[in-house]
């Protein structure tokens, strides 16, 4: 019989939500998942209304080696995006241009997570233009 490791989604409430890469880590092979990280995922998504994770890569300025790691953008019921990143080392200057917020530790145990709450799309597009430089404080 062949079976398949439990990925860390699949603990969720919410695994259509997490079809990503913190989602794909098997939950045997990982202690930095703990059951917090996965309780504050579930908060997470009841907490602002998580519709969908979206993808807007073509608006957004940094790169993977950017300091800006593990990226995750959602959209809300309510038509908000919400832009969170998970630094293992703190915060980056792209936190601080992008006004983050640190919030619950949504991807391990050793990341700090920040998040930022957008109105729009619009909202998105404006402050990732004003981003690209990384010398403006938004």
């Given at each position: 019989?062949?079976?398949?490791?439990?990925?860390?989604?699949?603990?969720?409430?919410?695994?259509?939500?997490?079809?990503?890469?913190?989602?794909?880590?098997?939950?045997?092979?990982?202690?930095?998942?703990?059951?917090?990280?996965?309780?504050?995922?579930?908060?997470?998504?009841?907490?602002?209304?998580?519709?969908?994770?979206?993808?807007?890569?073509?608006?957004?300025?940094?790169?993977?080696?950017?300091?800006?790691?593990?990226?995750?953008?959602?959209?809300?019921?309510?038509?908000?995006?919400?832009?969170?990143?998970?630094n293992y080392f703190g915060d980056?200057?792209?936190?601080?241009?992008?006004?983050?917020?640190?919030?619950?530790?949504?991807?391990?145990?050793?990341?700090?997570?920040?998040?930022?709450?957008?109105?729009?799309?619009?909202?998105?597009?404006?402050?990732?233009?004003?981003?690209?430089?990384?010398?403006?404080?938004?």
């Amino acid at each position: 019989m062949y079976y398949l490791p439990l990925k860390v989604r699949d603990a969720t409430k919410y695994p259509a939500l997490f079809q990503n890469y913190w989602g794909s880590f098997t939950i045997k092979k990982n202690d930095t998942i703990t059951p917090e990280i996965i309780e504050n995922r579930n908060r997470f998504v009841e907490e602002f209304g998580i519709s969908k994770q979206v993808n807007y890569q073509a608006l957004w300025p940094f790169t993977s080696n950017s300091n800006f790691d593990h990226q995750e953008k959602y959209k809300t019921r309510n038509g908000k995006i919400i832009l969170i990143c998970s630094n293992y080392f703190g915060d980056y200057p792209a936190t601080h241009w992008l006004k983050m917020k640190i919030y619950n530790k949504l991807y391990s145990t050793e990341a700090t997570t920040f998040i930022r709450i957008l109105n729009n799309i619009s909202d998105m597009r404006n402050i990732m233009k004003k981003a690209r430089g990384n010398e403006v404080a938004l």
